[in-house]
């Protein structure tokens, strides 16, 4: 092999090389806007809905200061309230069709907008998102005067993770996890094989190590047909978990499974509310 085509050889590695550690530096630094996906203009209101739902703006201030919004929307003679988490693209507005079924099945919802998402004030962050369901849950227990063991939390996707770490922090009725990852560094390895994601993650929203902290009745809904969050990571989850608790298997992707599922899904939502909050109210 002659000098010149070592030379060539190396060259080409260090070019290889370069061009992997720029990948990772990278994903280090930008991998918030991988996992966080907000939007600020709202799309439509609850009341714009098909079936136009009666609602409230609500504003909090979390612990650090920021401001955020988000809506209560009260149902008369409600069977409990449920607090929604969501996903990590668009905004509470993109989230009506879920609101509408709790609203339906008789239960207030409330549902906030983390720091950096539609009307909400900062930029989003792993520990900044716990700060926020913080601050939602205490605007129900201090302001709204509601009793915690009529409170259901509730999570879709990331928000999962959100309720998740909400239910081990505070005491309520239930938890929903709907298309919940385990960690954000497992998806990430899952997802990026060649990089050294594990030792980059800087978001970790530890799902799977906060389930085995939960004490209260648990609902775990994931379809395999899910294309973003695998299936495994729910039955992981679900393993993990302490009883009571109850796995739902739906169909459809992730972002419209609930829809396609139809009753199976409200009925199972059905069942689960009314059962978990009779159990926790009748601890009194």
Known sequence: ?????????????????????????????????????????????????????????????????????????????????VLMFHGNGGNVSHRLETIAIFHDLGYNAMIIDYRGYGRSEGSPGEHGTYRDAEAAWKYLISERKLDPKRIVIFGRSLGSAVAAWLAVEKQSAGLILESAFTS??????????????????????????????????????????????????????????????????????????????????TGCLAEFLESAISSSAGDD
């Open 1 to 81: 092999m002659t000098k010149r085509i070592k030379r060539m050889i190396w060259h080409i590695f260090i070019a290889l090389a370069g061009g992997y550690v720029l990948l990772a530096a990278l994903l280090f630094v930008f991998q918030g806007k991988l996992v966080y996906r907000p939007t600020a203009k709202h799309v439509a209101t609850p009341m714009q809905h098909e079936h136009p739902m009666d609602y409230e703006d609500v504003w909090l201030e979390a612990s650090d200061g920021v401001k955020l919004h988000g809506w209560f929307l009260p149902v008369e003679s409600s069977k409990g309230t």
């Open 184 to 265: 954000i560094p497992d998806m990430g390895a899952e997802l990026y094989k060649f990089l050294p994601v594990r030792l980059l993650a800087r978001i970790k929203y530890d799902t799977f190590g906060r389930i085995k902290q939960v004490r209260c009745p648990l609902l775990i809904i994931h379809s395999p047909d899910d294309e973003i969050i695998p299936y495994h990571h729910g039955q992981k989850l679900f393993a993990a978990a302490n009883e009571p608790k109850r796995f739902l298997e739906i169909s459809g992707g992730h972002n419209d499974g609930f829809m396609r599922s139809g009753k199976t899904y």
